[in-house]
C-alpha cells in the first residue's frame, strides 16, 4: 500500500485549524445570543436550530475534506499478481548529485526535476533491468542491475547532493562506473541491449568524458544524455542542512552561476549514435528514451511475479461527494414533525 502523490496529505494539516475555527465560532455565537437578551427566552426562541446539527454538518464537511485529500493523494495498493515474461535490455541510471543540481533555474530546483523525470523514466521502462550510479567528483553504484522497479523507485527516493563527498562533475568517472557495472553485474554472455542513461546539467570538468563515451560506443553501449537546467544559469545554493546560506561564490567575491552545458551533452551522445533532450520537455523525453531502448536488442528473461498497483482515488472522492451530498441536505434546524421525536436536542419537553 502507498500513495502515488504523498504532497497532498500535507493538506491533512487544515483539519485541526477547522476544528479550532468553529470551536471559537460557537463561542462567538453563544456570547453574542447572551446579549441579545435572556438566555434561557433566547433558547426556547430558537428551540428549532439544533446545535448537534451544527456539529454534524461540520463532521460531514470534515470527513468530506478528508476523502477529497485521500483521493487526491491517490492511495494504491498491489492488489493483482500475475505471471510475466518479459523481454528486456540492461539500462543504468547515472545521476549527478553534485551542488550544482541545486540551483532554482528550474523549479523547484535541478535535483527534484531530475528526480521526477527519473522517477519516470523507470516506471516506463519498468519490464527492463535498470541500475542507478550517483556521481559528482567520484562515483559509485547505488542500486546494481536488477529487475525490480521498486527497488529502484525506493533507492532514488534517496538521492542528495550530500551523498558523494567530492565535489565536481566528472562524467567521465560516472560512465567508467557503469561500464564495470555492466560486466560484472550484467548477465555473462547474455546478447541483451545496454545503454547508459545520464541525467546532468552538463558542468563537466574532466576532459575524459569523451573518450569514455568512445569506449562505451566501441562496446556497442547507447549513451543518452539528459539535460537539467537551462543556458542563462542560476546560482548555486550553499545549505547547511535545510537553512540557505546564500549562494558559491568565486576567489573575487563574485556569485558563481551554473548553466546547462549542452554542446557537452550532445557530444557524448553522438558518440555512440545515442540521444540528447533537455528534462523540460516533459513527457515526451519520457516517450523517446522508452523508444531509444525499446529498439535495443532484448532477450526474455525468466517468468516472475509482478504486483500491480490498482488506483483507490475514486473510492474516497466517490465517499467524499456522498459526505457532501448528505450536508448539503442536512439542515441545521430541526424539522417540526421531529419536535416530538427529540432527537437531536437533549432538552426534551414533558
Known amino acids: 500500500m502507498q ?11 487544515l483539519l485541526p485549524a477547522a476544528i ?40 460531514l464537511l470534515l470527513l468530506t475534506l478528508v476523502c477529497f485529500i485521500i483521493g487526491l493523494a491517490n492511495l494504491r495498493m498491489g492488489s493483482k499478481k500475475q505471471k510475466i515474461t518479459g523481454e528486456s535490455a540492461e539500462v543504468i541510471i547515472c545521476f549527478d548529485v553534485s551542488n550544482s543540481m541545486l540551483a532554482t533555474d528550474v523549479k523547484p530546483d535541478r535535483l527534484e ?7 519516470q523514466l523507470i516506471e516506463k521502462l519498468a519490464s527492463n533491468k535498470i541500475g542507478l550510479i550517483v556521481f559528482a567528483g567520484q562515483s559509485y553504484v547505488q542500486m546494481p542491475l536488477t529487475g525490480d522497479s521498486r527497488a529502484a523507485l525506493m533507492y532514488l527516493n534517496t538521492i542528495n547532493t550530500g551523498m558523494v563527498s567530492s565535489q565536481g562533475t566528472n562524467i567521465g568517472k560516472a560512465i567508467e562506473t557503469a561500464l564495470v557495472e555492466f560486466e560484472t553485474g550484467g548477465e ?5 541491449g545496454k545503454a547508459i542513461i545520464i541525467i546532468t546539467d552538463g558542468e563537466s570538468h574532466d576532459k575524459n568524458a ?22 542563462n544559469g542560476g546560482p548555486i545554493p550553499l545549505k547547511k542542512g535545510n537553512i540557505s546560506d546564500g549562494f558559491k561564490k568565486d576567489k573575487e567575491g563574485n556569485i558563481v552561476l551554473t548553466k546547462l552545458n549542452e554542446q557537452m551533452m550532445q557530444q557524448l551522445a553522438s558518440e555512440s549514435n545515442g540521444l540528447y533532450m533537455n528534462v523540460s520537455e ?25 504486483s500491480e498497483y490498482a488506483n483507490h482515488f475514486q473510492i474516497f472522492l466517490g465517499i467524499g461527494l456522498l459526505f457532501l451530498t448528505l450536508e448539503f441536505f442536512l439542515s441545521d434546524k430541526k424539522p417540526k414533525w421531529l419536535e416530538k421525536i427529540n432527537l437531536f436536542d437533549a432538552d426534551k419537553k414533558s
Open 3 to 13: 500513495f502515488e502523490n504523498n504532497t497532498y496529505l500535507y493538506l491533512l494539516f
Open 282 to 306: 516533459g513527457r515526451k523525453v519520457i516517450q523517446k528514451v522508452y523508444e531509444e531502448i525499446d529498439a535495443l536488442d532484448k532477450t526474455k528473461d525468466d517468468s516472475f511475479e509482478f
Open 113 to 119: 526535476q531530475a528526480k521526477l523525470t527519473t522517477s
Open 20 to 59: 479550532t475555527l468553529f470551536y471559537f465560532y460557537l463561542l462567538w455565537r453563544s456570547k453574542a445570543i447572551k446579549k441579545l437578551g435572556d438566555e434561557h427566552l433566547i433558547n426556547r426562541l430558537m428551540q428549532q436550530n439544533s446545535l448537534k446539527r451544527k456539529w454534524i454538518k461540520f463532521s
Open 210 to 231: 569523451v573518450e569514455m563515451a568512445k569506449e562505451a560506443a566501441d562496446k556497442n553501449i547507447k549513451i543518452i544524455t539528459l539535460g537539467v537546467g537551462t543556458k
Open 188 to 192: 555473462e554472455g547474455s546478447k541483451k
